[in-house]
């Protein structure tokens, strides 16, 4: 007869199990959709609104991410978080039967607004389940769940292109739903809430307002739209005057979607902003590096995903070590500081890359860089689910994931805008006016158009695109400098040791049939 008390563990273990699908389903994704788009793009047209694809997505996640935080607060997580499961997979379903770059974009968006609600479930669950003296042996499966994406995504993406269609790109999200959504029904059991209360409908609307609109204009600034241009311009009018709407609807309602007390604690207050410039460079890296590697360093689409291995694997061996010294000595402060430091150290280090660097010396660059995005990535949401109350966990979790969600938008936007700014000025110094003509008038080629061009031309391009790249990491480091320099002000709060709900035991039912 097992031990009892191994029990509510290995329950415990069935759950984060079904949890670390639903994440996986959000996270993979987009990396999956990527690899397929050039297909899809063939066989519906629409090359046009290609962007939307991906736009609409991600407009949707980032909406909807602090309501579904705030339902589960108010109504209990396990029902909000199996229907975020449920609407995320009918906008599978329904993106894989679309007939037309419409329809796949509006399905999307109902892919997006299921996505909103998982990532942000699955840490609150998890914060409910596990107090922050525990949850840091659990770390590593949530490091190794986005390694798993970023590498395993391309590769499978392309895999079920080639052999199977676009279609099932989409369709392969079903079974691994109703795995999770099974899991999840039979084994998680948590308090059912019943709290009588209206919803803040027009703090809801507001803040999807301004969202959307920051959104939309990190997204379109430099690119559709000059930033300069009059619909950039309205948009961050609208969003400020959305988001100071917001912030004064807060202060009115019973229910805020959002309780501004909880920035009243200076941890969490510190680690929102780390947390936004954590995403603001770890997103943009994500971006410049593959580009560097398939232009200057010749690798291909596919081995450009395994050579972010070392950057990958530092992350989660860290991540995982962390998780387990703050389990054992519940100290955390040191890992802000210590991760801030190798992160603006590694971003240094990638600025130095230019077209003779090797994919030796760029693997060392990018595990520093991981090292310190390991320190980071977990405990930031940590400490920020140790700095509020238990009936605010929801939206303690989903504001720490917005945060980051709106840095990596910014920072992938800025970091373009700075990347195609210097390939630009390269590539009129070396080749004077016919630049412009010599790649089309774009800053970002494909291998195969690189392939087409002269090789006085191609030369050139090669030194601009390492030039860009300088810059966007020249840029990471200096923003990084101020997440490490805020990391020192976070104080040593005490984690919480008690479980979130009555017991474990009661929190988590036995498993069934297992």
Do not use: C
């Not at 909807?64 to 935080?69: I, Q």
């Not at 892919?111 to 990532?119: F, K, N, T, V």
């Not at 070590?321 to 990638?350: D, E, N, S, W």
């Amino acid at each position: 007869m097992a031990d009892t008390a191994e029990t509510p563990q290995r329950s415990v273990r069935v759950v984060l199990f079904g949890l670390m699908i639903a994440m996986l389903l959000a996270m993979l994704d987009n990396m999956i959709i990527g690899t397929a788009m050039p297909t899809i793009v063939g066989e519906l047209g629409g090359l046009e609104h290609l962007s939307w694809v991906v736009t609409a997505y991600t407009l949707a996640t980032a909406a909807s991410t602090p309501v579904w935080g705030k339902l589960g607060d108010l109504y209990g997580r396990k029902g909000i978080f199996m229907s975020s499961i449920v609407i995320f997979l009918i906008g599978s379903a329904l993106s894989g039967m679309a007939q037309d770059m419409g329809q796949l974009i509006a399905f999307r968006a109902v892919q997006g607004l299921g996505a909103g609600g998982l990532i942000v479930g699955v840490m609150a669950i998890i914060g409910d389940l596990i107090p922050p003296r525990e949850r840091g042996k659990y770390q590593g499966m949530m490091a190794g769940v986005m390694a798993v994406a970023m590498i395993g995504g391309p590769l499978v993406g392309g895999y079920i292109t080639d052999n199977w269609g676009w279609r099932w790109s989409f369709y392969i999200n079903l079974p691994l739903g109703v795995v999770a959504l099974f899991m999840i029904s039979a084994v998680l059991h948590l308090p059912k809430k019943q709290i009588k209360t209206s919803i803040d409908y027009l703090g809801t609307v507001l803040l999807t307002v301004g969202i959307t609109s920051l959104v939309l204009l990190t997204t379109w600034g430099g690119n559709q739209y000059a930033w300069g241009s009059p619909q950039i311009l309205g948009l961050l009018v609208l969003g400020l005057a959305a988001l100071a709407g917001f912030l004064y609807v807060e202060t009115r309602v019973a229910e805020p979607v959002i309780p501004l007390h909880i920035f009243h604690s200076r941890n969490f207050s510190l680690i929102s902003v780390i947390g936004f410039l954590v995403g603001f460079v770890m997103f943009g890296a994500m971006t410049f590096l593959p580009l560097f590697q398939q232009i200057v360093q010749g690798a291909t689409a596919t081995n450009s995903g395994l050579l972010l291995l070392p950057l990958l694997l530092s992350m989660m061996v860290v991540s995982l070590i962390a998780g387990r010294v703050t389990t054992q000595t519940g100290k955390y402060k040191i890992f802000p500081i210590v991760g801030g430091g190798l992160m603006t150290v590694g971003l240094y280090l990638l600025s130095t890359m230019d077209t003779g660097t090797s994919q030796f010396v760029s693997g060392v660059w990018m595990a520093v860089l991981g090292a310190g995005m390991g320190f980071l990535m977990q405990i930031t949401m940590l400490i920020a689910q140790n700095s509020v109350e238990m009936k605010d966990m929801g939206v303690g979790s989903s504001s720490s994931t917005l945060f980051r969600t709106i840095g990596g938008s910014f920072g992938v936007a800025l970091f373009g805008a700075i990347f195609t700014h210097q390939v630009q000025n390269t590539m009129t110094d070396r080749l004077g006016s016919a630049a412009a003509g010599a790649t089309s008038g774009s800053a970002q080629l494909d291998p195969s158009g690189l392939a087409k061009l002269p090789p006085a031309v191609k030369d050139a391009y090669l030194h601009a695109v390492a030039g860009g790249t300088h810059h966007v990491f020249l840029w990471g480091a200096a923003v990084s400098v101020v997440g490490f320099l805020l990391a020192f002000f976070v104080k040593e709060i005490p984690l919480r040791s008690a479980p979130a709900v009555p017991s474990t035991e009661e929190a988590v039912a036995a498993v069934e049939a297992v």
